[in-house]
């Protein structure tokens, strides 16, 4: 069975920083790209970042650029979100997502910025 295990979430100020990782079981996560999502209140869910599957180069939306940097290390089955220079805009849950189960996912993480 697939799984996703998001965790890494919590309250931070504006300006904070926050590292979510999510960790994959059920398939072969080293051949397979990834990425994560994210929702807030009342919106659709949003791509935030992908990587591929060695690595090797990440994209990025346009909100989170130069902000967020997505990594993985292939030997704990794991992909990581590093958040820096937080804003209020960027509270929602975190969800990690693989392309070929469009429609799997996990508990995901919440993320809160405010002062």
């Known amino acids: 069975q697939v799984q996703f295990v998001e965790s890494g979430g919590g309250r931070v100020q504006p300006g904070g920083s926050l590292r979510l990782s999510c960790v994959v079981s059920g398939f072969p996560f080293s051949s397979t790209p990834m990425s994560w999502y994210r929702q807030a209140p009342g919106k659709e869910r949003e791509f935030i970042a992908s990587i591929t599957s060695t690595g090797s180069s990440g994209v990025y939306a346009d909100s989170v650029k130069g902000r967020f940097t997505i990594s993985r290390d292939n030997a704990k089955n794991t992909v990581y979100l590093q958040m820096s220079s937080l804003k209020p805009e960027d509270t929602a849950v975190y969800y990690c997502?693989?392309?070929?189960?469009?429609?799997?996912w996990g508990q995901g993480t919440q993320v809160t910025v405010s002062s």
């Open positions: 997502w693989v392309e070929f189960l469009p429609n799997h």
